[in-house]
T-cell receptor, first 114, second 114 residues
């Protein structure tokens, strides 16, 4: 069974700090990786996608992918209270693993404290 | 990002009745849409993959006769919950892919069956 694992948290960080969210996946053939943010009672919002090893930066967000170690992470710099949400890691296993479906982790709850 | 809408956002129905939920891609065409369900404090569960012009593909354990999916055009997919019961009360969310494999989610429909 293809799995995506995340620490459920909550992860508490002070305002202005760097929040680091981690995700591991079991299918070595996975091709693409996504981070979604979900506020309580709302649907998920795509914030980052990453397809190749290394870092990808977008504003305060940086996604990091290491296929050899099968992990993907999300860094949020200068964390704000508005960043408080559940962050979902999603993996596309590629054609050999079910085509275009995404496998989601259970999410990490982030709390940014004043 | 791409915009996906859902209607209604919230619906309350009586046990035994049917409810139809619409999912529309507003600024792109989507040959594939996805339907998810999310119970409180739990992660997303993929119910089915909706394919334009063909039958939907249901995940294991999802009753295809109870959750009817129709993808009649490149911008519209509908989910009908037939003979709804209180245990069907949940947050139903659709998603669509404008390109590659990035999925964008609709705002969700909160269904309450009394």
């Amino acid at each position: 069974q293809k799995e995506v694992e995340q620490n459920s948290g909550p992860l508490s960080v002070p305002e202005g700090a760097i929040a680091s969210l981690n995700c591991t996946y079991s299918d070595r053939g996975s091709q693409s990786f996504f981070w979604y943010r979900q506020y309580s009672g709302k649907s998920p919002e795509l914030i980052m996608s990453i397809y190749s090893n290394g870092d990808k930066e977008d504003g305060r967000f940086t996604a990091q992918l290491n296929k050899a170690s099968q992990y993907v992470s999300l860094l949020i710099r200068d964390s704000q209270p508005s960043d408080s949400a559940t962050y979902l890691c999603a993996v596309n296993p590629g054609l050999t693993g079910g085509g275009n479906k995404l496998t989601f982790g259970t999410g990490t709850q982030l709390k940014v404290e004043l | 990002g791409a915009v996906v809408s859902q209607h209604p956002s919230r619906v309350i129905c009586k046990s035994g009745t049917s409810v139809k939920i619409e999912c529309r891609s507003l600024d792109f065409q989507a040959t594939t849409m996805f339907w998810y369900r999310q119970f409180p404090k739990q992660s997303l569960m993929l119910m089915a993959t909706s394919n334009e012009g063909s039958k939907a593909t249901y995940e294991q354990g999802v009753e295809k006769d109870k959750f009817l999916i129709n993808h009649a055009s490149l911008t519209l997919s509908t989910l009908t919950v037939t003979s709804a019961h209180p245990e069907d009360s949940s947050f139903y969310i659709c998603s669509a892919r404008p390109l590659l494999d990035e999925q964008y989610f609709g705002p969700g429909t909160r269904l309450t069956v009394t």
